[in-house]
């Protein structure tokens, strides 16, 4: 078992990059009263939206434009979409860009496509939307690695199940020497 695991073993790296949407709120507060809290409820409302709209087929035609050519060739605009995906935490302006391939440099260069494509395209998609702020660039030290399926877990299991069958294996060999006599 744990050496077919390890021949089926796949690595994929994750890199991730933080995008901001919000409205300038000094703004709002000089031409609205009461208007800070119902701008800043609104854009934290808008978080789901904006998501979708990063894991759309718009921002992947745009962000495979931004790639280097050799990226191009490899990606088509739908495997940019499949390995792109994007998280909103509750009550927060700021959203996760995760794209998970399995070359970690792929992985980098397409979440910083994809972020900025996004930059581009929200404002022509979403023209009340607010502000687009990219924090910091992904980059190769911050990509995370994950390898499936994990050979110790297969050999835990290969080992369980083996100590069972030597139990079960043993318990009829005793139970037929019991009754043979």
Known sequence: MGYSAKKRKVTT????????????IERYQANNENGTNSVVNNDINMMPTYKDIVENDIIAKQARKNLPKKLRAKYSTSDIQDVVSAKVSQQ?????VKVETKS???????VNAVSQSFKQQLPKLQPGSGQVTLLARANKNNVNSTTKPSAKKYAIV????GGLLGLIISLVIATVRTFGK
Do not use: C, E, F, W
Request: net charge negative.
């Open 104 to 110: 970690p440099k792929d992985s980098v260069q397409i």
């Open 92 to 96: 927060s302006l700021v959203m996760d």
């Open 13 to 24: 790296y994750t890199a991730n990059r933080d995008v901001v949407i919000s409205h300038n």
């Open 158 to 161: 290969g080992l369980a199940l």
